[in-house]
C-alpha cells in the first residue's frame, strides 16, 4: 500500500496525472500504466477533484476522456481484427 500524501503532494500528483493525459492524449489505461496509480483512482482524481484545482486542464481532461470513450469501440474493432489476422 503507497504511503499517505499531505494535500500538497496529492495536488500535484493530480495535476501530473491531468497533464500527462491532456498532453498525450492517453486512455485512463496507458496513463495508469505509465504512471503507477490505479485507473480508478486517476478517473476519480479526472473526474472529481482537478476542477476544484485547475479548471481550463480539467476541461482539457474531460475532453480527452470523452473522446477515447467515445472512440473505444473502434479501437477495440481494431484490436480485434489485428488478432484474428495473426491466427
Known amino acids: 500500500m503507497g504511503r ?3 494535500e500538497f ?7 501530473k496525472e491531468a497533464m500527462f493525459i ?3 492524449g492517453a486512455t485512463l489505461r496507458k496513463a495508469e500504466e505509465a504512471l503507477g496509480v490505479p485507473k480508478t483512482t486517476i ?3 479526472m473526474v472529481e477533484e482537478l476542477c476544484a484545482i485547475d479548471f481550463d ?3 482539457q481532461v474531460i475532453k480527452v476522456i470523452a473522446y477515447n470513450k467515445a472512440t473505444r469501440s ?3 474493432g481494431l484490436a480485434r481484427a489485428t488478432k484474428c489476422k495473426k491466427k
Do not use: D, F, M
Open 74 to 76: 473502434v479501437r477495440g
Open 43 to 45: 478517473h476519480k482524481h
Open 4 to 6: 499517505i500524501l499531505n
Open 22 to 24: 491532456a498532453s498525450t
Open 9 to 15: 503532494e496529492r495536488k500535484q500528483q493530480i495535476l
Open 57 to 59: 486542464l480539467y476541461n
